[in-house]
């Protein structure tokens, strides 16, 4: 879908596999607190947990720093005729609000547990966006031009905020 709306096929590869790769670390920073959520003491040390934080945050910070070149030149490309699109993924869901400070408190993780609530529900919007997409690809169901465009802007915006400082605040 990506590809399709793309004037320049570099930069839908390069957009594609950075999108790729912000989503594979924001689920292994989501999986790990859900993990401890449910109670599984992975790693099983405190502070091993603590630096297992740490690293999936950075590794996400990473991963949507090189997201930001190749998201600004595609939504530059893609700039439609009309900005009358509306975004085609939805808020958080009632399952990803969660008070992550007891489960913080039981794992021994000395985190902002605020921090770790915007990133895991800012992170948990981008992967169901990049599902849905997936999905509206495969039922042959596209969002149109301006409303991709759209959907990608408010993504940018939200995670080029304030999520890189948390992230980068979590990783430190």
Do not use: K
Request: some cysteine; hydrophobic content about 45%.
């Amino acid at each position: 879908m990506i590809e399709c709306h793309a004037a320049s096929p570099r930069t839908a590869t390069r957009l594609v596999g950075q999108l790729r790769a912000c989503e594979a670390a924001a689920l292994a920073f989501c999986r790990l607190l859900e993990r401890w959520g449910r109670g599984d003491p992975v790693p099983s040390t405190a502070g091993s947990r603590e630096a297992a934080l740490r690293h999936a945050a950075d590794r996400v910070e990473t991963a949507l720093a090189g997201l930001e070149r190749p998201l600004s030149a595609y939504l530059l490309e893609l700039e439609p005729e009309r900005a009358e699109g509306r975004s085609w993924y939805g808020g958080p869901g009632a399952g990803e609000l969660v008070e992550w400070r007891p489960v913080l408190e039981r794992a021994g993780v000395a985190a902002c547990p605020n921090r770790v609530a915007a990133v895991y529900l800012e992170l948990a919007v981008l992967v169901r966006a990049l599902q849905g997409l997936d999905d509206a690809a495969r039922l042959d169901a596209p969002p149109d031009r301006s409303s991709l465009w759209a959907g990608l802007f408010d993504l940018r915006d939200t995670l080029f905020a304030a999520t890189v400082d948390d992230l980068r605040a979590l990783a430190a």
